[in-house]
């Protein structure tokens, strides 16, 4: 990613500075409100915890960043967000899709559509989103403070302005403030609900999203004969668009639809996010503390002390007896064959599937699998004519801190970008 002067910015001196508005959190939500906060002329203030801004934006629509939905009837497009219109119609009013076009396109950005209105950069590339972001701030002179993960945040009580205290013991003063962090999803990006905990400390209600932990159903039907099978050292690692997206080590049970045990239960959530942006699929590796060679000399050891059993009898040795039949149809190696003369080339077959098992995810299994609850701040408690809460004045809430329920397809960003401007253009 390339590095610029909003990126380079050290810690600057906050003692004697009154800021008009930090924003917390460098995402999406937040970028656009310090943007258009700043074309109109105010004095912003990004925080950032990571050394640079929008992580999870990049990673979006596997790397292609689904911008929006291509529905301009404000009506059509609030329908999709299930019991939340009335709140959203205000926001929608002021910023809509045909805005959020507009303004990807004049500031160079084209757009194209895909299946069921899924607009993405004619570059299929998110970075040319956030490059547009980023140059939005650029032009409205908005200050970007990386590395400066916020801790708290209190009104002074002298001043009436927000204290926001950064972990680096600096406190930063605000006459408004946005909060901008994110939800819960891929924490590694940043995101890691600490809004939540502020806001909820302020008075805000949060509502915590009930569905996370659930079973993964898989399209392989051969893994039914697996049924019941526990596995207490497996590595799984979730891909989308042959993209690696995340592993995990720990136990798993197979079941008669597909996987379940903590480690799958608690990629659960992960895999639901990604089911959102298109197909995943799951790498099973039996061995994740034998690298290929040390398991092909496992295997070797194994084959050489039983050379005259059948391949198929001398497995069990090294993985459970029940999977050892179903493995081989899988691998395409025949396990009528004698230890002695397994081909040189099955052996590395076979050390290469048991080392990468290919596993497709159909489903999660929950009641509803169509709409994610987000989770968040109550949507009561929202002013959406200008996103301001209504719990505590000058404070601002955007992006996924909000309680919203939405599918896939661009829904998530278009709140990002309406909640956004909404704030910034009213503060
Ligand atoms: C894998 C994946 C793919 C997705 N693809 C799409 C897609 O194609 N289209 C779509 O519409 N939606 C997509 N989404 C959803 C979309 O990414 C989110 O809706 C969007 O990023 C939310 O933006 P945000 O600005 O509210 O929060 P985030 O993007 O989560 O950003 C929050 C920012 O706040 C920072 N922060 C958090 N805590 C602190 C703190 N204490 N101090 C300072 N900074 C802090 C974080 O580091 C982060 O930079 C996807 C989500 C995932 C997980």
Redesign the pocket.
Known sequence: MAKTKLDDMKTIPQENIIWDIVV????????MTAGRAGERGKKVLI????DT?????L????G??????NKKDNRIMLAKYKGNDQYLFSAFSQWNVEDTLDFFHKNGMNTKEENEG?VFPVSNS?QSVWDVLHNYLIKGNVTVQSN????GISINKKTGFFDIK?KNGVTVHAKKCVI????T??PE???????FKWLHKLGHNIIVPDVSLVPVALTDTWTKKLSGLSMPDIKLTTY?NNQK?ESHKGKILFTHFGMSGPTVLNMSR?IG??L??GEVSIILDLFPHLDFPELKSQLQRTLVEDSNKKLKNVLGKLIPTSLVTPLLEQAKIDGETFSHSVSSEDRIKLVQFLKSIPLHVKELLSEDKAIVSSGGVDLKEVNFKTMESRIIPNLYI????LNIDRP?????????WTT?FVAGNSI
């Open positions: 917390i959190g460098g995402g999406p939500s937040g970028m925080l950032e915890k990571n801004l929008g992580k999870k934006l990673i979006t629509g596997g292609r960043c689904n911008v929006t939905n899924r998110s400066s993960p916020v801790t950064i901008g962090t994110g939800g999803s891929r990006t940043g995101s890691t609900g600490d809004g989308q997206q992960e996010e990604l959102k942006y955007v992006g996924d801190v896939s397809g661009g829904y998530s960003l278009q709140l990002c956004g």
